[in-house]
């Protein structure tokens, strides 16, 4: 048995569940009915399982034992039952009746509300099992290694339509008027990936894919805006079953769009929920970003259904690898639909720097840790699971070889199919692959915080490479080290070179015959680690920029401002590197140097440099946006496309040129009279005119949104009123936000964006005065993302104010998310007054 008070004893386990559920949609809340096959495997005279927020009618046991006490833990989230006398060891049935409440939680059973293109609001129930949820719908053995098989029965109101995570069996019109909805078997499986959906929903016709018929499910009215997430699922279904060389474990696949969900989807068995924006797509809308989170999120999530459903972590701290792998798949197979889109190197651009922005600080978690409480498993949910597990994934998949690396995962999946494993398992089937000690790589990467920096510099024989840990603020007694897998590859003797080299202690040299004309320290891009050149080798691949790859093109801009965060560098070193771009095709690559910028901009821009930034970067900026033009060309792709409306951003909002500002005015005005326009340039538009925007804009802003119907309109025109920088409209909605005017799933990115903007310390100070109307407006798992955005408040006086606050006011689902913003606060700060000089210096010679 376990030592963590928060599991289950383990003496006793379910083998099978028959559940029922009858929903009412008129006063939220349900009765159900639960009939568990269980095995005792030592005398006890009492049953421990979990329940909470429902209320246990009934209990029997078969036999005849008499269960005479129903006792409750509500902190522990559990329900005993005790019993007349002792049990034996062997197999029993425990029936169970119940009721709770359909909760605005977002978590367990919970409500949701659809308005139709007339305006009419319809609810409908959902549920969120993960990650100790299900506990919320039935009393149950609430822990991902109690895994058992299931059987639902759902009962609505006449009208509705239901689904759980298997094939519908039958549909019975009841006496009174309901319909009950009756569901196959589903394979052994835990609780957390269960799903029991009822609502004025339809769905696409089946699509036998690979054998699995497959469905698109919506809120009526938007079936003609399934296309694209049809076409997605469809591809990553026979790409990951492919790869996975098993074939999919359950009997159908079911993709439903919620229009209220904290996550941005969940793996369900069968069954997977999604924010409604990723599966109800117009195409001609749409932007490639857009496009590309549909299929991520569609990609990721089939991941899931053979790595975590079919294989599952034994207890909460091996959800990284779950997630993390599910994400290093998204990644493939986005990649195989669409290599137009060079999703590594977005990678590059989205999830590591996601990842380093939190993985460089004091306060980072290691990868996997000690998992006790399950309030714990929210914060899980994190950079450094999602980001830095796929990062370092992907890191070793290149380095011992891309086939040896999916042999291992099949064996893996095979050996434990429809069981529970623990990290190290996966680092044995990878063992077995492979002629690197994959074990004691990875275990240096998941057990220890942070990441290393290689300094590197050319010596007598070939290269050095020395290591130490990056961190965002330094600390010299750090001593951290890491095995890592380096991957070099240059020009020496005029002749190119490529080496793997395993780096294992503070330094070592590369043996490289001849002197050496250039070399990169992370070729192809691959290392999760930052690398510092010497003057001499940073100048030869200045040298050479045109013989490097996108991506570690794009590692030079990076590592170079990540140097300027932590202060090796200046940012006269940024600005001097970046106008060496001005040639620069790729949008990743201009999307680093344009957050450099960003970052300039609101931490260390003193009013008297403003003119010289601006003219600078648009002397920067001008020449690809005259390149590309701001109509679209025929023979543009979709990344150029994004870049144009990038770099009208830029030039819109960091150089604030008026001939930029006034077309983006016009263009929206022409979008919101109904002329279509090209999505990456009304993404850009609506950019410059909410930042460059007031009360006016703000209010036309407003009202699209609330008036739009589509997914994706409301989040683009959300987005655009939350840009508005004027205080009395930043703090408008702020207001709607807490008083309910904006989708609880929406609220802590709304609120990030509004402390990120111009009036941040505004926004601060009325967060505080309504502190807790504020928590309540973000239920559930959204409250953990509450500290968002805080990092951006880098005025002194501003950033104390945060700090007292949080020191009165914690909040224990975001302890660490707190803890780490405020470092990263700490950081900026550091930044500012480190930097300002440098920038007004800076831009005064020029």
């Not at 529970?420 to 240096?444: C, F, H, K, Q, R």
């Not at 928590?775 to 959204?782: D, K, Q, S, V, Y």
């Not at 300002?836 to 831009?843: D, G, I, L």
Request: negative net charge; charged residues 25%.
């Amino acid at each position: 048995m376990s030592d963590n008070p928060f599991r289950l004893p383990r003496h006793v386990s379910p083998d099978h569940y028959d559940i029922r559920l009858e929903l009412d949609l008129e006063t939220f809340t349900f009765v159900g009915a639960v009939g568990i096959d269980i095995d005792v495997s030592e005398s006890t005279e009492s049953l421990v399982l979990n329940a909470a927020e429902v209320e246990i009618k009934s209990a029997s046991l078969s036999n005849g034992v008499a269960i005479t006490e129903i006792a409750y833990d509500d902190e522990m989230e559990r329900a005993t039952l005790n019993l007349g006398s002792a049990i034996e060891p062997g197999s029993y049935r425990l029936e169970l009746e119940h009721s709770g409440i359909i909760n605005d939680q977002l978590r367990g059973l919970y409500r949701s509300v659809y308005r139709d293109g007339d305006g009419v609001e319809h609810p409908l129930a959902t549920s969120q099992c993960q990650s100790t949820d299900a506990r919320r719908v039935f009393p149950c053995w609430d822990e991902p290694d109690f895994k058992a098989t299931y059987q639902t029965t759902m009962v609505v109101a006449e009208g509705l339509e239901a689904y759980s995570n298997t094939a519908e069996l039958q549909r019975l019109n009841l006496e009174d008027g309901r319909v009950e909805f009756r569901f196959d078997k589903t394979m052994k499986m835990s609780t957390y990936l269960l799903a029991f959906i009822a609502g004025p929903f339809e769905a696409t016709e089946p699509r036998l894919v690979r054998g699995t018929p497959m469905r698109i499910i919506v809120p009526r009215g938007n079936i003609h805006l399934t296309d694209i997430a049809m076409e997605n699922a469809v591809f990553c279904f026979e790409y990951l079953s492919d790869y996975y060389g098993i074939p999919y474990p359950a009997n159908k696949l079911d993709h439903i769009a919620i229009p209220d969900f904290a996550a941005g989807a969940m793996e369900n068995v069968g069954l997977i929920t999604y924010r409604d924006a990723y599966l109800i797509i117009d195409p001609e809308k749409a932007s490639q970003s857009e496009l590309q989170n549909s299929l991520d999120v569609i990609g990721h999530e089939i991941a899931h259904q053979w790595f975590g459903n079919l294989v599952t972590m034994a207890w909460w701290e091996g959800a990284w690898l779950n997630e993390a792998f599910a994400s290093f798949m998204e990644l493939k197979a986005t990649d195989a639909m669409r290599p137009d889109w060079k999703r590594w190197l977005t990678f590059a651009n989205l999830e590591v720097p996601w990842a380093m922005g939190t993985d460089q600080l004091k306060s980072t978690r290691p990868i996997e840790f000690e998992v006790i409480a399950p309030e714990e498993v929210d914060q899980m949910f994190d950079a450094i699971t999602y980001g830095k597990g796929s990062a370092v994934l992907h890191m070793i998949d290149e380095f011992i070889g891309v086939e040896n690396f999916r042999q291992g995962v099949g064996n893996y999946l095979r050996e434990h199919a429809y069981a529970n494993t623990v990290t190290g398992d996966l680092w044995g089937g990878l063992d077995g692959a492979s002629e690197y000690p994959v074990s004691d790589i990875m275990n240096t990467w998941v057990y220890q915080r942070g990441f290393p920096q290689i300094d590197v510099k050319q010596v007598a024989g070939g290269v050095r490479l020395s290591q130490r840990r990056y961190l965002v603020i330094p600390d010299e007694t750090d001593t951290t080290i890491w095995k890592v897998p380096v991957q070099l590859r240059g020009v020496a003797r005029r002749a190119p070179f490529e080496v793997k080299f395993l780096l294992e202690g503070d330094e070592d040299v590369v043996p490289i015959d001849g002197d050496i004309e250039w070399v990169v320290a992370n070729a192809g891009g691959h290392g999760f680690y930052r690398t510092s050149y010497s003057d001499d080798l940073f100048a030869a691949l200045l040298d050479n920029i045109d013989t490097l790859g996108d991506n570690e093109r794009y590692a030079l801009v990076s590592d170079t401002l990540g140097f300027v965060r932590n202060g090796q560098l200046s940012t006269s070193n940024f600005l001097d590197l970046a106008s060496q771009f001005q040639d620069e095709e790729e949008q990743a690559i201009w999307s680093v140097i344009t957050s450099g910028l960003g970052l300039i901009e609101h931490h260390a821009l003193a009013e008297e440099a403003r003119e010289g930034f601006e003219s600078f970067v648009s002397e920067l900026v001008k020449p690809a946006m005259e390149r590309l033009g701001w109509e679209v060309r025929e023979s543009d792709s979709d990344l150029d496309r994004k870049l144009r409306g990038d770099l009208i951003a830029t030039m819109g909002n960091l150089a604030r040129d008026d001939e930029t500002i006034d077309r983006c005015r016009s263009l929206v005005a022409d979008l919101l009279a109904g002329e279509a326009l090209d999505p990456e340039v009304t993404t850009a538009a609506l950019a410059v005119y909410a930042r460059n925007g007031g009360p006016e804009e703000y209010e036309t802003l407003w009202n699209v949104y609330t008036d739009s119907t589509t997914p994706l309109d409301k989040v683009r025109y959300l987005r655009s009123a939350a840009a508005v920088a004027t205080e009395p409209e930043a703090l408008s909605t702020l207001d709607r936000v807490v008083d309910g005017d904006v989708r609880t799933q929406d609220g802590f990115w709304v609120l990030a964006r509004l402390l990120m903007g111009k009036s941040g310390p505004a926004v601060w100070e009325r967060s505080r005065e309504r502190w807790d109307d504020l928590l309540a407006a973000m239920p559930g798992m959204t409250r953990t993302r509450i500290a968002e955005g805080l990092s951006a408040l880098s005025q002194p006086e501003v950033a104390a104010s945060v700090r007292g606050h949080f020191a009165e006011h914690p909040v224990p689902e975001a302890g660490r998310a707190i803890e780490q913003n405020l470092e990263k606060l700490d950081a900026n700060i550091a930044l500012r007054e480190r930097e300002t000089s440098v920038v007004a210096e800076y831009f005064s010679r020029s």
